[in-house]
């Protein structure tokens, strides 16, 4: 039989992070634990406000499965007991940590991958000025790849300042939906001209439909508009990339299919991540190998991750001690 427990962890963030909707100053995260009474898995979700979550709300949600747990509910049962979110993703996540810990055998094996291996990771420069920015940018311009938030009045100027301050990094942004179809189309030849090579969620998801009518200079991908393998079908023709993030697709599990059924209709793949700590980041991992863009760089803008904690150097990314998770 197995137990649950479940609870809220925060984390404080290095510094304020500002994206178009608003700014934070912790990382708010909620672990499920599922225990046998000899070995006990974890996982962590990110609630996120803008799909209608909330801790108080995800805890509920994984509470209200005591009992099922109680009288055998698996991993394969919670994929249609729970929707899509955060809180099946902590849920999910903690069943594979479970299963590898019982069996001696890392998730990765379990899950029919090969051994996974370091990948680069984006580093995010959330929204400010653009003297900010620039200086953000000339503090990480040793990184190979950043990620700018933007979204607002004045993201040229931003655009121009980073790039100064950064001109040998790679650069990808991230509008979070703050742009419309005017505002893309005026931006894109500055995202060319300055070698921006990718743009996230440019318009909002719910008036993503212009993306299939204007040329796309430059790759074009989903986030707010692709949750699950059930989003697929309506990204064809606006999108050319997909974001995967656990907390959107409910865990590793779902993650994991959306990955290949995504590959196989001809999108690029790019793995991202909400602000949390490395436990967030390690079954990320997994999905994140060979992914064309890698954005799990949570635990680096916490003022302080768990321990242990993932590795992070050169390299980039490292995969995760069985002693954090999988």
């Known amino acids: 039989m197995l137990r649950l427990s479940v609870e809220e962890q925060v984390f404080p963030l290095a510094e304020v992070f500002t994206i178009s909707r608003g700014s934070r100053t912790d990382a708010r995260v909620v672990v499920a634990t599922l225990s046998d009474g000899v070995h006990a898995g974890r996982g962590e979700c990110v609630p996120y406000a803008h799909y209608g979550e909330s801790v ?3 805890i509920a949600q994984i509470e209200s499965l005591q009992d099922e747990l109680a009288h055998g509910l698996d991993r394969e049962a919670l994929q249609a007991r729970l929707p899509a979110g955060a809180a ?13 810990k019982r069996s001696g055998t890392p998730v ?13 990771t984006a580093f995010t420069l959330s929204l400010d000025s ?16 950043l990620k700018l938030k933007l979204g607002g009045e004045g993201d040229i100027e931003r655009l121009r300042a980073v790039r100064e301050g950064a ?3 790679r650069i990808i942004v991230d509008a979070n939906e703050g742009w419309d179809r005017e505002a893309y189309q005026r931006l894109a030849p500055a995202l060319l001209e300055l070698g921006i090579e ?8 719910a008036d993503d439909a212009a993306l299939a009518e204007i040329e796309r200079p ?17 990204l064809a023709g606006r999108y050319d990339m997909i974001n995967i993030k656990l907390d959107k697709t409910g865990g590793l599990t779902e993650a994991l299919a959306l990955k290949r059924e995504a590959q196989a209709l001809g999108f690029e793949v790019m793995v991202g991540c909400m602000v949390g700590s490395s436990l967030s980041m390690a079954p990320a991992l997994l999905v994140a190998q060979g992914a064309a863009v890698v954005d799990l760089d949570g635990p680096l803008l916490l003022a302080r991750d768990r321990e242990p904690g ?3 150097d050169a390299a980039g990314i490292h995969p995760a001690s069985p002693r954090l998770w999988g």
């Open 218 to 234: 430059l790759p074009v991908c989903a986030d707010e508009a692709c949750h699950d393998r059930s989003s697929l079908a309506a």
């Open 130 to 145: 653009p003297a900010v920015m620039r200086d953000k940018a000339r503090r990480h311009a040793a990184r190979p790849l």
């Open 167 to 169: 001109p040998d990094s």
């Open 88 to 100: 099946r993703n902590a849920v999910d996540c903690a069943f594979w940590d479970l299963e590898a």
């Open 108 to 120: 990765w094996q379990l899950a029919g991958l090969s051994a996974p291996v370091a990948e680069i």
């Open 56 to 58: 108080a709300s995800v």
């Open 310 to 312: 993932m590795r992070f």
């Open 198 to 205: 990718m743009v996230e969620q440019p318009l909002p998801a």
